[in-house]
């Protein structure tokens, strides 16, 4: 059972803190990696939620090779979020308040799955070309990378 199973055998649908890593990853041509989801056909950037033992670097590696296949190598802090506006009830119902830890990445190997339980689709994606149908709670995440403000971020 991993932990947030077990967590929620124990608290139910009631809200709790949760830690999500990821990353964004770019190639040499400074493309941003995206895959279709496949719990809600919607593109995103790869990451989930921590594991126990798992550091948030290990986090984003994990995800990141889970989703797309990649390995990722040196990662850079990007932006941190918290605060009300990160709290969401998902649609089984289980209520979170998430702590939201975003990495760049440009040091990667491996080969891009096509397809997989998590992704739907793997692609290396233009910054000015972007996916209309982007996962709504990644969206300010791409739009504070776009503004060239100071990083890392620390939104609450």
Not at 6 to 33: C, N, Q, T, W
Not at 35 to 62: C, F, I, K
């Given at each position: 059972?991993d932990?947030?199973?077990?967590?929620?055998?124990?608290?139910g649908h009631?809200?709790?803190?949760?830690?999500?890593?990821?990353?964004?990853?770019f190639?040499?041509?400074?493309?941003?990696?995206?895959?279709?989801?496949?719990?809600?056909?919607t593109?995103?950037?790869?990451g989930?939620?921590?594991?126990?033992?798992?550091?948030?670097s290990?986090?984003?590696?994990?995800?990141?090779?889970?989703?797309?296949?990649?390995?990722?190598g040196a990662?850079?802090?990007f932006s941190i979020?918290?605060?009300p506006e990160n709290?969401?009830?998902l649609?089984?119902?289980d209520q979170?308040s998430?702590?939201?830890i975003?990495?760049?990445?440009?040091?990667?190997?491996g080969?891009?799955?096509e397809?997989n339980e998590?992704?739907l689709?793997?692609?290396?994606?233009?910054?000015?070309?972007l996916?209309?149908?982007?996962?709504?709670?990644?969206?300010?995440v791409i739009?504070d990378?776009?503004s060239?403000g100071?990083?890392?971020?620390?939104?609450?």
């Amino acid at each position: 059972m991993d932990y947030i199973s077990y967590l929620r055998s124990m608290v139910g649908h009631e809200k709790v803190i949760m830690v999500v890593a990821g990353a964004l990853v770019f190639d040499a041509s400074d493309r941003l990696l995206l895959h279709l989801r496949s719990d809600n056909q919607t593109w995103g950037l790869p990451g989930g939620y921590m594991e126990l033992g798992e550091s948030v670097s290990d986090t984003a590696r994990r995800e990141a090779f889970e989703e797309t296949g990649l390995r990722l190598g040196a990662l850079e802090l990007f932006s941190i979020y918290s605060g009300p506006e990160n709290e969401k009830t998902l649609q089984n119902g289980d209520q979170v308040s998430l702590v939201q830890i975003w990495f760049t990445c440009k040091d990667f190997g491996g080969e891009l799955v096509e397809q997989n339980e998590e992704s739907l689709d793997v692609k290396f994606f233009e910054l000015n070309n972007l996916p209309d149908n982007f996962f709504p709670s990644q969206k300010k995440v791409i739009n504070d990378f776009l503004s060239d403000g100071k990083t890392p971020y620390v939104k609450e």
